[in-house]
């Protein structure tokens, strides 16, 4: 089994560290290949997706991916600034399925933003399409005939991308408690009105499955007022990362919320992915060494799972996750003192 490794900028290296010290603990052989992605790779290589880190990456089974984004690097050309690392990985490997699953923990429903009972109640999963929309279409600065700067990002979706993607959405609900919201803004954009056609259509092959639909500002005022109402939530490209990071804060913390991004391509022991948190690289505490780990064990957990076919080991690492967090140990992001070496102590512990 092989690991491609690759932490980042900022807190990637911080939090990865700690994904792989768990990693190591567990009773499995892999063999882990690093390399270099965002700023620290333009630094180093002059691309924030060196071609040695794709061959990796190609070679790999799994990949778990820390951070990217520099601000030292936020004037660079587009196609050189660290977040083109994360894009070019998920585009180049078809990794069109992102996982993001957000479920609030025993003990932490006083943390969240919301009130506990509130709190109490979440357990969604966002599946966010990860290959198209406004990210990937045309884009540039331009000037307007009457001479003023335009900046311009064209949004589409095939009906394929949507297919497959509703595919997925579909799959995840069956999985769990049946029941698909699908998020759009088809009142006012066609890339969505498709979006819902195609997603309608695809419900046909999953007559087991509850279908609803709901636009997507509404959805981020549900997502608030009543997060227990969504079991699994399908959305473009845009609305996912937007909803997915609102989620977090209804969880707790982005220190908490795990990703798996995930395509077609097979490996011996599951489906290949990438697997990374929500969260960025968090410059305003990177170098502290008080990071929330969580995220980054708990999207170890995912690999485990997607890519290796280790479901016992999955879920023991996320148990250990979740009596570290009854336990009480806490992190900054929760309102505790514990740093990012010490929550890894504590999760280690309890493995
Ligand atoms: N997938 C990725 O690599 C990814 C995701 C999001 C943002 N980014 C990049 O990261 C950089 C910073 O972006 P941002 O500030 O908007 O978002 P961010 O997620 O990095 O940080 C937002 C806030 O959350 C806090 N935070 C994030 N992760 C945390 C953790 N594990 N523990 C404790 N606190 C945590 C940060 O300290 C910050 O206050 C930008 O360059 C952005 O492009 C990268
Ligand atoms: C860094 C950025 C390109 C990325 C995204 O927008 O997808 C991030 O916000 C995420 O949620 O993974
Ligand atoms: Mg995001």
């Not at 949004?155 to 297919?163: I, P």
């Not at 009142?187 to 195609?198: G, I, K, Y």
């Not at 490209?237 to 077609?264: R, W």
Request: one cysteine or more; proline letters at 4%; hydrophobic letters at 40%.
């Amino acid at each position: 089994m092989k690991i491609a490794v690759f932490p980042g900028d900022g807190i990637g290296p911080e939090v990865t560290a700690q994904a792989l010290r768990v990693l190591d603990a567990l009773p499995l052989q892999v063999s882990l290949l690093e390399g270099d992605v965002g700023g620290i790779a333009y630094k180093r290589h002059g691309h924030p997706l060196p071609d040695e880190t794709l061959v990796a990456a190609n070679e790999a089974d799994a990949i778990l991916f820390g951070a990217v984004g520099d601000f030292d690097c936020d004037n660079l050309e587009r196609h050189l600034r660290p977040e083109q690392a994360i894009l070019g990985l998920r585009r180049e490997l078809n990794l069109f399925a992102n996982l993001r699953p957000a479920k609030v923990f025993e003990g932490l429903e006083h943390t969240s933003a919301l009130k506990p009972e509130i709190a109490g109640a979440i357990d969604l999963l966002i599946v966010r399409e990860l290959n198209g929309d406004v990210y990937f279409g045309e884009k540039g600065m331009r000037t307007t005939d009457a001479g003023l700067r335009q900046g311009y990002d064209i949004m589409s979706y095939d009906e394929s991308e949507v297919r497959r993607i509703a595919v997925a959405g579909f799959e995840a609900a069956q999985k769990r408690r049946g029941r698909l919201c699908s998020v759009d803004k088809a009142n006012v954009l066609e890339t969505s009105q498709l979006w819902r056609d195609v997603v309608i259509e695809t419900h046909a092959d999953f007559p087991d499955v509850e279908l609803t639909h709901m636009y997507v500002d509404n959805a981020a005022m549900q997502l608030v007022k009543n997060p227990g109402q969504f079991d699994v939530v399908v959305t473009g490209n845009l609305f996912g990362d937007i909803l997915s990071d609102q989620a977090s804060m209804c969880v707790g913390s982005i220190g908490l919320l795990a990703s798996a991004s995930l395509g077609e391509r097979k490996t011996d022991y599951g489906t290949f992915g990438l697997y990374e948190p929500i969260h960025g690289s968090a410059p305003d505490i990177a170098g502290k060494g008080i990071a929330n780990p969580m995220a980054t064990v708990l999207s170890l957990a995912e690999l485990l799972r997607h890519s290796l076919g280790q479901e016992e080991l999955a879920k023991r690492v996320e148990n250990a996750v979740a009596k570290t967090l009854a336990d009480g140990i806490r992190g900054g992001d929760l309102g505790g003192d514990s740093n990012c070496a010490e929550i890894g102590d504590a999760i280690l512990t309890r493995l």
